[in-house]
């Protein structure tokens, strides 16, 4: 069960639907989840049709139920659904949760043996733990993350690349602490609380630079455009249509007879300039000189057939569009289809973690409340009756 609004804990939730889970998504009844009503993220916005991607992103496959939980109808309806789960989620605020009455204890009360899961903008202790957060904040500037992505020669910290990016990245983290937490209580009969923080997530994202700033005495940081690091097989280059493909082969002169022929300069092969590991670093500007300019005279769709048998590590930077019709993306099952209640399909990225070599499947988010008749009937026993006079008090939606 999921008392959740937004992205980060919901995506948590929608994982595990897609894993088999059955997620009981409770919305508050007089307006549903806050992310209903978002329609535009960064320079994109929404024409309010009928399919809300960032809302089917963290809320694929559960299904939905409106509830007041303000009132004390309301509350004993959580109550009775808790009583049957095996997992409860959310994302709301220590205050929040003491003044609805959701908190450890209180599910705990009906529940005993329930995993408590709350998510949090900066953890559950401290001086802010009931301040509110979201991932630009606690994942993306507060933990070292906008940091280390600032590039040197700008004056300001970019935003994050995508919305919802730590919050995807968190659900992740949250996701595999369910799983652990429930295979824990399996074994032992003890259910755990699991708290996960955006800040903590970023952390530990940002886990091995920490640790190389605090040995160094220096904060991690990103290298000036152009930087020469001893290895021009370890660099970005553009190509003649203005588009860019990385080379990461850390084992640069290894790489570098084989780099020679696929861009068709046999002659460096011999070159004394790159002749043995001391003098290719000793002439590694030189050679990205070199290289720079054998890039700039092919696109990049030219450049992925001439690397497609490359030994080396490379990539082409892709938008993305692109990453949907990738073949690698495409082999794995990547991205995986959900239809619409019209009947429509539509991409959405498959959770990242696959079984028996097979991608999850997934289905659509549900509509608000769309749900709800049929938990207050099936899953409590209410009669009809009784669910219309709930509707009329507005306990339900």
């Not at 808790?82 to 009360?109: G, M, Q, S, W, Y």
């Not at 994942?139 to 910290?157: F, L, N, S």
């Not at 997530?201 to 020469?228: C, K, R, Y």
């Not at 399909?345 to 696959?354: F, I, K, N, W």
Request: aromatic share 8%; hydrophobic share 40%.
């Amino acid at each position: 069960m999921e008392v959740a609004e937004h992205t980060f804990v919901p995506a948590a939730s929608a994982i595990l639907s897609d894993w088999g889970a059955d997620v009981i998504k409770i919305e508050p009844a007089e307006r549903g989840d806050a992310m209903r009503g978002i329609m535009s993220s960064g320079n994109m916005r929404l024409d309010g049709g009928a399919w809300h991607p960032l809302l089917q992103h963290s809320n694929r496959g559960k299904r939905s139920l409106g509830l007041d939980l303000s009132s004390a109808e309301g509350l004993n309806i959580l109550y009775k659904l808790a009583a049957t789960c095996d997992v409860f989620l959310t994302n709301k605020l220590p205050a929040v949760r003491t003044k609805l009455r959701i908190d450890v204890e209180d599910i705990r009360a009906v529940n005993p043996k329930i995993v408590y899961v709350r998510g949090s903008g900066y953890g559950s202790r401290g001086p802010e733990a009931d301040r509110g957060g979201y991932d630009t904040l606690g994942y993306w500037c507060r933990a070292g993350v906008a940091y280390g992505a600032k590039p040197v020669e700008m004056d300001t910290i970019t935003g994050q690349p995508a919305p919802a990016y730590g919050d995807s990245i968190g659900a992740m983290t949250i996701a595999g602490g369910i799983s652990a937490a429930l295979l824990h209580r399996e074994r032992t009969g003890e259910a755990p609380v699991v708290d996960v923080s955006l800040l903590a997530t970023g952390m530990w994202a940002m886990g091995a630079a920490i640790a190389l700033s605090h040995e160094l005495n220096t904060p991690w940081g990103q290298f000036p455009v152009g930087t020469d690091i001893g290895n021009p097989l370890t660099a970005i280059y553009q190509t003649s249509d203005g588009r860019w493909l990385q080379l990461a082969c850390l084992q640069g002169f290894h790489y570098w007879p084989e780099t020679c022929r696929v861009m068709d300069l046999p002659e460096l092969v011999e070159d004394e300039r790159f002749a043995d590991h001391e003098s290719f670093r000793a002439n590694s500007a030189i050679a990205r000189a070199i290289l720079e300019e054998r890039f700039a005279t092919a696109t990049l769709a030219e450049w992925k057939q001439r690397l497609a048998d490359f030994r080396g590590q490379w990539s082409p930077v892709q938008d993305p569009i692109e990453v949907k019709s990738d073949p690698q993306v495409v082999a794995n099952g990547y991205i995986v289809d959900a239809e619409s209640a019209a009947g429509d399909r539509h991409p959405l990225v498959a959770t990242p973690v696959q079984f028996d070599e097979a991608p999850s499947p997934t289905r659509r988010a549900p509509d608000f409340n769309e749900h709800g008749d049929s938990i207050l009937a099936d899953e409590l026993g209410l009669d009809w009756d009784t669910i219309v006079d709930l509707k009329v008090k507005g306990v339900v939606a």
